[in-house]
């Protein structure tokens, strides 16, 4: 069952869509002529976060469990903040215990800490809030929320024996060079196309069975929003490489990775919760790099007008 669970989440997010648009008319990340094409996998020891099987039978092992089950289904068990048909596990693989799907286990220790998103020094509690407002679409849960406290609770649980505040290898998405080319949503489309539609659909919108989302839709209104850490290219390069396509993870070259990134981002979202009115006025405030999309003109459409439900 745990293989399969696998299955079902890993081909999660970020393997683009389908447009069948003609090649970009936008501004790209600046590409890296001296960039090698394809990066060499190191491989190196993560560390273990315990086993499900070894969650205690007491008042703190419920939360734990119960922790476990909104992370993996935010959708029935936190309802009332959700509003994407996403899951914690499509960014963060295997209940949030996989190396370099940026695990529970390696962002637990590194908080508190300084967040340039919110120019404050956040708990974990507040950067759980954070996932509900941007990569679910939805609504924080107040501090102190039993939401809030079971998902940090199930964290701490799972990082038991780490260093506090030490960046362990595997503890977030790996950060790829910087492609000899700069990324390009016509080759992106192609890759889509051979490694990825067969579980995010020709649309990108992903597959349901019986009311339950098995492949998540990777834009349009049931995805994450512009406000989300994967709208930058460099994050849904970085999980694209190392995890997809599902079971397949670093066999797409970097440049593959890097254009099918592009690709998917480069589809309207749900609109960013900051929006101030005016799309140049929030990318100016929150979206300032090549490393985003939105404001820019991509195929003629202009980015962040958002995606209704």
């Known amino acids: 069952m745990k293989a399969m669970r696998m299955m079902v989440i890993g081909a999660t997010l970020w393997l683009a869509a389908c447009d069948h648009a003609p090649a970009p008319q936008s501004s790209a990340p600046a590409a890296n002529a001296s960039a090698p094409a394809t990066s060499v996998t190191k491989t190196v020891s993560h560390f273990s976060p315990p086993d499900e099987s070894a969650i205690p039978n007491d008042d703190f092992g419920k939360q ?49 800490a300084y967040r340039s998103k919110n120019h404050h020094v956040n708990t974990f509690a507040e950067r759980l809030q954070g996932c509900f407002n941007y990569s679910m679409n939805g609504k924080a849960p107040p501090l102190g929320d039993p939401v809030l406290v079971a998902l940090e609770t199930y964290a701490y649980w799972m990082s038991k024996g780490e260093p506090i505040g030490t960046s362990l290898p595997g503890r977030s998405y790996p950060k790829l060079s910087k492609p000899a080319m700069a990324p390009d949503y016509a080759r992106g489309e192609k890759v889509f196309k051979s490694d990825c539609a067969l579980c995010h659909g020709d649309n990108g919108q992903g597959q349901q069975a019986a009311d339950h989302t098995v492949f ?10 512009w406000g989300a850490g994967m709208e930058q290219i460099t994050n849904a390069a970085g999980f694209i490489k190392a995890n997809m396509p599902l079971g397949r993870g670093n066999t797409l070259t970097d440049q ?11 589809h309207e979202r749900p609109q960013d919760p900051r929006f101030n009115g005016s799309i140049p006025a929030t990318r100016a405030a929150y979206h300032d790099t090549p490393d985003s999309l939105y404001g820019v003109i991509v195929n003629g459409q202009l980015l962040g007008q958002g995606a209704a439900k």
């Open 216 to 225: 998540p839709p990777l834009w349009g209104p049931q995805s994450f929003n």
């Open 256 to 266: 593959d990775t890097w254009d099918v990134a592009y690709f998917m981002n480069a």
């Open 64 to 112: 734990v469990a119960l922790g476990r089950q909104i992370f993996i289904d935010p959708g029935r068990y936190a309802k009332a903040y959700v509003g994407n048909q996403l899951s914690c596990e499509n960014c963060h693989l295997d209940a949030g215990r996989l190396a370099n799907s940026a695990p529970l286990w390696g962002a637990y220790p590194m908080y508190p």
